[in-house]
Nanobody, 121 residues
């Protein structure tokens, strides 16, 4: 099991940037696929990005390609989500998840508590 704590959320104007961090505890962090999901009020949780343990493969939702970058530092047990050119509709709680398969949220057993991102228009 991996414990996850997100940080870096906040209020930003449309077009601005934020960098989210997810600190993990657990001896096998480096072996996990890590992912970011988000959930806006009244909507289902949706996939944002994922990265394999070696960082050799990354995957992004079409809506964020070219603007968001997922990365990880296994030495620091941390995964990051750099978000650029943010849009108002991307206001949501952003969650870090570990150990799943690709884009399916149901495949991830370990989740952080979430960090709020609010984008003002």
């Amino acid at each position: 099991q991996v414990q996850l704590v997100e940080s870096g959320g906040g209020l930003v104007q449309a077009g601005g940037s934020l960098r989210l961090s997810c600190a993990a505890s657990g001896r096998t962090f480096s072996r996990y696929v890590m992912a970011w999901f988000r959930q806006a009020p009244g909507k289902e949780r949706e996939f944002v990005a994922a990265i394999t343990w070696s960082s050799s493969i990354t995957d992004y939702a079409d809506s964020v390609k070219g603007r968001f970058t997922i990365s990880r530092d296994n030495a620091k047990n941390t995964v990051y989500l750099q978000m650029n050119d943010l849009k108002a509709e991307e206001t949501a709680v952003y969650y870090c998840a570990a150990g799943g398969l690709g884009r399916r949220s149901s495949s991830y057993a370990d989740w952080g508590q979430g960090t709020q991102v609010t984008v003002s228009s």
